[in-house]
């Protein structure tokens, strides 16, 4: 290690240690900024954690079926809380910081803009960690769920990896939305979406058509990877959710870059 | 290097040598859809000056700091700033920016703000000697949230001084702010300018390009209409004000050869004229009453409408 770094010529080393610390600062700060904003903060980690404890914990104690709802709810509540994270994360910040002109202030500077965006996933997948890792907590204090550390582990990665399209579909509902109105518009989406991918309750007790309609959308086969992992899956193999997944990434990253240069191209028209 | 700078600016200045040129827009057009934003525009900032960039909402001010910025691309022309391209990453680490803007995230506190902007410069500052520049070490660990209007245009002014810029571009930076919030971000400006630094500030206050401005261009419809040191932008135009109180109408007193503008101001009018002489000499054949005569001499201001009304073409 200690040779391969010194055959690096010195003015690249300087440049990587300065883009280093570049993206570390926009990160930290991304996430002080958002850590403070209770709108951000609060609601996104009390929401899927409220709704645990009301249907996971308090009604669903009754429950005896093969899985217990404490169990499957964790799984799909976890899946519903990365959403918002990642959605309100990426997709109000960035509406509203560049309709108001703060991301003109930042682009006039040497600022990388891949920083900018980067520190809004890494932002985002941080307070889905937390979410996911309160969630399990809950589950396994309260609601008698059995987790082993590795499935612990497995389910938190699966949950962060499975953020990362929720963090693509932000960036491209930020390009679209109005700064003012972005939270209504992301709420609009996010909590139709996660209803009828069966987040809240399990699209098995929902209406045939629903489930129909459930099985095509991503937080759906999110929710059954995560399912997988605490022994609730249904039989599909997990790479067909996977493969949902990236390309439901790749799609709205395809649709974020089209607003992204729109923008540059009303500026540099 | 400061006091070397500085020295150089005044020995160029007794010597009346032209300093070098640092940017310049040459024969620059740029439209928004229908709206022509400039029309074969050209301006040049020389090294060590603070050139003002004068005119009314809409003359084009805002679209000529955002192509020096490389915010925008000019539809035909040329823009250089050093010598280069102003998109390119080598131009922005020399250039400082206060843009206006509608909304800064409010949970950063002016520390914090600062520490994040001077990370994307490679020679940025001590956090000491910006916060001290822009006159925020009082409220440096406050959220931006918390600040008082005049501050946070101090914070978008000392953003723009975080990478020790050599140039920087001021974009209306005292618009909405009251009379001592204003002084006091003028002095700030001041002191930019004792470090040798070039500045184009942009302004509708006549006041503000008067006290801070080593020249002027007036610029209008997209395009410069004079430029000059406050004082020949003055001269070049001779404009007075006549102030009286009259039971003329305003149209009438508009209708006189020579008025350029009327402007009721409580009981009397204030009028700005090219020369005085003529139109006292109308205004007391055509209301024998009139009283309370005062006439001064031409402000940046009558000078900045003459020209401007000139151009529109308003004046016969």
Same mark, same amino acid.
């Given at each position: 290690m200690a040779t391969a770094t010194s055959t690096l010529p010195a003015a690249l080393e300087t440049r990587l240690a300065y883009n280093f610390k570049l993206w570390l600062k926009e990160a930290k700060y991304e996430y002080l900024k958002n850590l403070r904003l209770r709108t951000y903060s609060v609601s996104v980690v009390v929401f899927p954690v409220m709704f645990y404890i009301l249907f996971g914990l308090i009604l669903g104690r009754h429950g005896d079926g093969p899985i217990r709802a404490a169990t499957y709810l964790m799984a799909t509540y976890a899946t519903f809380g990365i959403m918002g994270a990642s959605l309100f994360g990426t997709a109000a910040g960035l509406a509203a910081e560049r309709g108001l002109g703060w991301f003109e202030v930042k682009r006039s500077s040497p600022m990388p803009p891949a920083a900018y965006f980067a520190a809004k996933i890494i932002m985002s997948v941080i307070f889905s960690a937390q979410v996911v890792l309160l969630l399990m907590l809950l589950g396994v204090t309260l609601g008698g769920v059995k987790l082993s550390l590795v499935c612990a582990v497995k389910l938190l990665a699966i949950l962060l990896a499975g953020s990362l399209p929720f963090c693509a579909m932000g960036l491209a509902l930020g390009y679209f939305v109005g700064p003012n109105s972005a939270p209504a518009a992301i709420n609009l989406i996010y909590l139709p979406m996660s209803f009828c991918s069966g987040l809240w309750v399990p699209l098995m007790f929902l209406p045939r058509i629903m489930r129909q309609l459930g099985e095509i959308l991503p937080p759906y086969h999110l929710s059954q990877l995560a399912l997988g992992v605490v022994g609730? %899956?249904?039989?599909?193999? %997990?790479l067909k959710h996977w493969e949902v997944l990236i390309g439901f990434t790749l799609i709205c990253l395809g649709i974020a870059r089209i607003g992204y240069q729109r923008d540059e191209g009303k500026t540099y028209g | 290097m400061i006091a070397s700078l500085e020295e150089s600016r005044e020995v160029r200045r007794s010597r009346g040598e032209p300093a070098a040129v640092v940017a310049r827009l040459e024969e620059v057009s740029k439209s928004y859809g229908a709206i022509?934003? @400039?029309?074969r525009l050209s301006l040049e900032i020389r090294a060590g000056e603070l050139l003002a960039l004068l005119g009314p909402n809409g003359a084009g001010k805002t679209t000529v700091v955002k192509l020096l910025l490389g915010l925008a691309r000019p539809a035909s022309g040329r823009v250089r700033v050093f010598d280069s391209d102003p998109q390119r990453p080598a131009s922005r680490v020399r250039v400082g920016a206060m843009l206006q803007v509608a909304?800064?995230?409010? *949970? @950063?506190r002016v520390r914090e703000h600062l520490d994040l902007f001077s990370s994307y410069y490679p020679k940025p500052l001590a956090a000491e000697e910006i916060l001290a520049l822009a006159g925020l070490t009082a409220v440096k660990d406050r959220l931006f949230g918390e600040l008082s209007g005049g501050e946070r245009q101090r914070v978008l002014f000392a953003l723009a001084l975080c990478g020790d810029p050599d140039l920087l571009f001021l974009d209306e930076p005292t618009v909405g702010l009251d009379v001592e919030a204003r002084r006091a971000l003028w002095g700030e400006i001041r002191k930019l300018i004792a470090r040798g630094k070039t500045v184009l500030l942009t302004t509708h206050y006549m006041e503000e390009a008067d006290a801070l401005a080593d020249r002027v261009a007036v610029i209008n419809k997209g395009s410069v209409a004079r430029e000059g040191t406050p004082a020949e932008i003055k001269a070049r135009t001779a404009g007075r004000r006549i102030r009286c109180i009259t039971r003329l109408e305003l149209e009438t007193v508009l209708g006189i050869p020579g008025v350029i503008a009327v402007r009721r101001d409580r009981e009397a009018y204030e009028i700005s004229v090219s020369q005085a002489e003529p139109v006292l000499r109308e205004l007391l054949r055509a209301d *024998? #009453? @009139?009283? #309370?005569v005062e006439v001064t001499g031409a402000g940046l201001e009558e000078a900045f409408l003459a020209l401007t009304q000139q151009e529109n073409g308003k004046e016969e």
């Open positions: 609730a %899956g249904n039989a599909e193999p %997990g | 022509k934003a @400039l029309d909304r800064v995230p409010e *949970t @950063l *024998t #009453g @009139l009283w #309370g």
